[in-house]
């Protein structure tokens, strides 16, 4: 008769005892390691979670409502202190074609001026003679598709309101349009009113202006941060927006050369470009530090030219590279002198020559 | 009575009134209306404005006042700025044949609709006109007048053109 | 829809050629709402009746200095509208998708729409949505021009009359192209109402 003792004496049976403890053993580390990062996990999502509330809570004493009157009626938007001296961030849609602004901060009604708007960047800069807080400028090309923001507003007659979501995109054109520059697509849901509000990161800082909304406000638009610093800068410095221009039309050439398919068509008259050397048919390579791929590109290229800036342009003719350093001028656009406003501000009745062209 | 007679079929139609567009839609319309035309405007060569104004002007004087000293002096100054200009706007000019004969990058073919407005970047034009008391219209669903939620449908930044 | 009375119009077109633009602001505050009903119903697209809404009022801007008053204002607009839709709508050809207006809760007030669905079996047996969504269907199957006599009798209101100066046709053809257009309508509802799914 065999005992239990005799049969854990037996060598085999003892080195499976053995393996199968040390299969427990791997087990129970396993699992506890398991246990640990769902614990982990879950503090995490926590700690997502909160953050959005930690971000919010943070930013939204900078974030007020701003109230304007435009030649129709009143008008209702958001907006963003950037330094400590009431200096506001908005969109051109709010703060851009109406006056008598005002705004709501700290529970008390304030009167506003406007100080800059500016339609090629979408944005305008108000200004409240009371000390503020600001929000910190952050990057918009740290941003990726995915990247978690946060959006606060002011929609309708509400106070101010979180919004979440992610970067769904960087967009040169919106329905066959092309924008001056590469807005952010933001996946987050938006409401009237909510135009100027600004688009944080999780860190807290601004990554740029929510300007407008697309499909049933469940998207939107915004206009990133480094295109309204350009902006405050060029007024810093000028006292103005100072959209600079070099006088190249850049279409798409046939055949791809080094790498990029812009060709430059055109070399207008009377321009920057007119006289540096630059050829019709050179093939645009970079501009200034951006390179350049196809001719969308120079959409962002353009935009942050300064007039007066020299502008360093490398192109391909034939074989050759070549770069030619061109001084920017001010952009046509900006030059329109403010005879079109009249003294008595009538619009002015057109003659119409032919039907309106509606493309097909 | 298994069929639409005539009389079903124009109250089915009928009903179609009710289908409306959104809250705030036609409040917002005349504000785009007037963004619209100071874009057209932005558009057309000074010498043409200038010279519709001066057409304007004319057709609402009569003759006598026409041989006036004011009006002669104002008919020179005229002639002058237009042909100054004329010479100033000769790039203008240019871009404006640029955007019109450009590549067709503003009208790209796209099922969900396209824009045509090619206004380049432009500085702003500000109409100060008094406030208007709005006409209530049947189909908006105000009672009192509340301010205008700014959120728009597109940017208002964009480019015709590549250029740069 | 009763026609606006005309001596408004009359004084408000008046201020607008003499140089008053407010007053054209008037105008179109006041046929924003009626002419969208005409684009949207003829087109059946949102989108598309917003462009061409803001290219009716600007063509009629700009040709307004024209303006003799032969007719009325109502029809001279009545008129830009639908032969802009006409032509928008022969380049848009049958590239087209709905893009629907929602349909105002104050339906259920409707004296006409509480008849139809308390004694109408094809109605009463359609959920509404899909009602619209049909007879939008059938509306498209239609010719333009069709098209444009029927939402201008039916749902615009208008009379033969002033659709035929609209459209510059006689009286007759208005008519007969309401006849023809509701048969069409009705064959394509019957449709729906056999194959009610699918």
Known sequence: MSRLSDFNRAPEFRSRFRFVSLCRLALSLFAAFGLVRLVRAQEESATAISHVKEVFERAAKAVVKIHGVDEHCEISGTGFFIDPTGTLYTAYTVGGEAGNFTIDFNGKRYPARQVLADIRSGMAILKTDVATPALPIGKSEELEVATPVVAIGYPLDLPETPNFGMIAGFDRKYLGRYFSTTHLRVNLPTQRGEAGAPLLNMKGEVVGILVSSLENNSACYAVPIEAAEKIRSDFVRFGEARHGWVGINVSEAAKQVEGSRAEMTQIMDGTPAAGSGIKPGDILLQVGRKKVHEPEDVLDASFFITAGDTVPITVMRGNEKLTFNVQAELHPASQRPPLIASPTNQAIPLKLDSEVQRTP | ?164 | MEQPKTDEDQQLVARTQSGDAAAFDQLVIKYTPRLYGLVYNMTSNHEDTNDLLQDIFSKAYKAIRGFRGKSSFYTWIHSIAVNMTLNFLKKRGRRFHLSLDDVDTSIQNDKEFLELTATSSPVREADLSELQRRLNEAMMKLSDEHRAVVTMFHIQGMPHSEISKILRVSEGTVRSRLFYANRQLQNYLDEFRKNPVG
């Open chain 2, 1 to 164: 009575m298994d069929e639409f007679n005539d009389n079903e079929i124009g109250k089915l139609l009928r009903l179609k009134r009710y289908e409306q567009p959104p809250p705030g839609y036609f409040e917002n319309f005349l504000h785009e209306f007037h963004r619209r035309q100071r874009d057209e405007l932005l558009r057309e060569p000074l010498w043409r404005i200038l010279l519709e104004r001066t057409q304007g002007f004319i057709f609402r004087l009569d003759v006598r006042s026409l041989t006036s000293y004011p009006a002669a002096i104002a008919a020179v100054l005229v002639c002058a700025a237009v042909i100054s200009l004329k010479i100033y706007q000769e790039p203008g000019a240019a871009n404006v044949v640029a955007l019109q004969s450009g590549p067709a990058l503003s009208t790209a073919v796209n099922a969900e609709g396209e824009w045509t407005l090619a206004s380049p970047a432009a500085t702003r034009i500000f109409r100060a006109q008094p406030l208007r008391s709005l006409n209530e219209s049947a189909n908006t669903h105000r009672a009192a007048i509340p301010p205008r939620y700014v959120l728009d449908s597109v940017p208002v930044s964009y480019e015709s053109t590549f250029r740069f």
